[in-house]
């Protein structure tokens, strides 16, 4: 390899990984507890498994000697996107950030978004079950409806699909923190969303390319500027903001029936995929 690329023999070389394996090491999920949300096109939640039985299959973390466990949801920023390039062409269009224009949507529209329900699975389904037939739908729209409804749908369909994950495939977990890195970290209120829907704290983490910020930690240790993976951590990994889960009453209800319509209608279309 150091013939074909031309590097001088002795450089430091780091075996790196898939990148939501990485970038759960960029956000620091290395004991049970902290759970990376790494959200893109799709969102990946990853976790190193507690001790003692653990129902999730599990796989090499790119940090050596522990394991990670990581539940793959579909089709989260993807969704956002396919959304924005209907609702607002001429931002999807342009160069400019929509953090600004989302925030506007969802402030436009209360928790519930009007009683319309979102199914994310616009790319088929990957967790809990794997569905590669599902397929993504809006439910429940009437004329009533606003732009700034869909949006806020969209992003609470994709939040309630991570509570369906986190319900089924993380039973008895304790689930301390989100750690949230990638695109869709961008969105404060989306990560204020999923604090209110999971019921947990969201932290935005200070360098939000998580897969950068695991490649950095791995090139440091295999350079010898870090003595472990955990030093490593200390050195790049931190917080940003934090989210706490909303107290509100009625915030609180008005997630809890859209989970139940999220689950109603998901369940109803099975028959048609």
Not at 15 to 26: N, P, R, S, T, Y
Not at 116 to 144: E, K, Q, Y
Not at 236 to 264: H, I, L, M, N, W
């Amino acid at each position: 390899a150091g013939g074909e690329t031309g590097l001088p023999e002795g450089t430091p070389v780091a075996a790196g990984g898939i990148d939501a394996f990485v970038e759960a090491l960029g956000a620091g999920a290395l004991r049970s507890g902290i759970v990376c949300d790494s959200t893109g096109t799709s969102t990946c939640m990853a976790m190193a498994p507690p001790d003692g039985e653990f129902s999730l299959p599990t796989v090499e973390h790119v940090a050596p000697g522990r394991r990670l466990a990581v539940i793959p949801v579909s089709y989260s920023g993807g969704a956002l996107a396919w959304m924005m390039s209907i609702a607002m062409p001429d931002v999807f269009g342009s160069q400019r950030d929509w953090t600004e224009y989302v925030r506007e949507a969802l402030a436009g529209s209360a928790p519930g978004a009007s009683g319309l329900t979102f199914i994310p699975h616009m790319t088929g389904r990957r967790s809990p079950t794997a569905n590669p037939d599902a397929r993504g739908a809006l439910v429940g729209l009437d004329p009533m409806h606003t732009a700034s409804d869909i949006i806020r749908s969209v992003l609470e369909g994709c939040a309630y699909a991570m509570l369906e994950c986190v319900e089924s495939c993380m039973p008895g977990v304790e689930m301390g923190e989100l750690r949230a890195v990638g695109s869709g970290a961008r969105h404060d209120a989306w990560l204020q969303m999923k604090a209110d829907i999971l019921q947990v704290p969201v932290i935005k983490m200070k360098v939000r390319e998580g897969a950068l910020a695991g490649a950095v930690i791995l090139a440091g240790v295999a350079a010898g500027v870090f003595e472990d993976v955990e030093t490593g951590v200390g050195a790049v990994v931190g917080p940003e903001a934090k989210f706490e889960p909303t107290q509100d009453p009625k915030v609180c209800a008005a997630y809890s029936d859209g989970a139940a319509r999220f689950r109603r209608a998901e369940a109803a279309l099975e028959m048609a995929w």
